[in-house]
């Protein structure tokens, strides 16, 4: 009987604990984390993961859309979760495309999009306004996928323009989470 007591009692310390880590944004954002690495489709995904008052972000590239509907549901499903907020690229709009070459483009289109990679994160990194070693940069037929955090919108809009003003650059797709540091 005593040791159903002390089993009982050990059982909702738990419960408890695990309850009260769950409601500050760290154990949340930690709890998302370890239910995603815990899953076989998105472990190896590289996902970040920000939780404030409720509501989980998620941001990253992922090269398949089933990957991103799983992190989403894993993220959605997680006790303490109010809300997902998806900025995670998946296939074709995520920069990287899939694996497999496209057949549709050339060996010049990939070097020209290499180059433009490079020439955009050059001017982040000298841009002494825009942390540019925390933001990522892709490019795909000219498109340049900015994804990482920064500390304010002014960041994000500077980081926008600096890309834009790289020659070749089509257009600015900014996946970037405003984190203050």
Do not use: F, H, W
């Not at 809300?83 to 010049?108: H, K, L, Y």
């Not at 955009?120 to 002494?128: C, I, M, Q, S, T």
């Not at 892709?138 to 920064?150: A, F, N, P, Q, S």
């Amino acid at each position: 009987m005593r040791q159903r007591r002390i089993l009982l009692i050990l059982g909702v310390m738990a419960v408890l604990l695990a309850t009260a880590c769950a409601t500050t944004d760290e154990g949340l954002s930690s709890n998302v984390k370890s239910r995603l690495q815990e899953n076989e489709a998105v472990r190896d995904a590289s996902i970040e993961v920000e939780a404030r008052d409720g509501v989980v972000t998620l941001t990253g590239n992922v090269d398949d859309q089933g990957v991103k509907d799983e992190a989403l549901d894993v993220a959605r499903t997680t006790p303490g979760v109010r809300d997902v907020v998806d900025r995670i690229a998946a296939g074709r709009e995520n920069g990287r495309g899939a694996d497999a070459p496209d057949v549709d483009r050339t060996a010049g289109e990939a070097v020209d999009d290499a180059a433009i990679t490079r020439r955009v994160k050059a001017r982040l990194l000298d841009d002494p306004a825009v942390k540019g070693l925390r933001i990522d940069v892709d490019t795909r037929d000219g498109v340049v996928y900015l994804t990482g955090t920064v500390a304010s919108e002014a960041e994000v809009q500077r980081a926008v323009e600096l890309a834009r003003g790289v020659e070749g650059v089509v257009d600015v797709q900014p996946n970037l989470q405003i984190k203050s540091t």
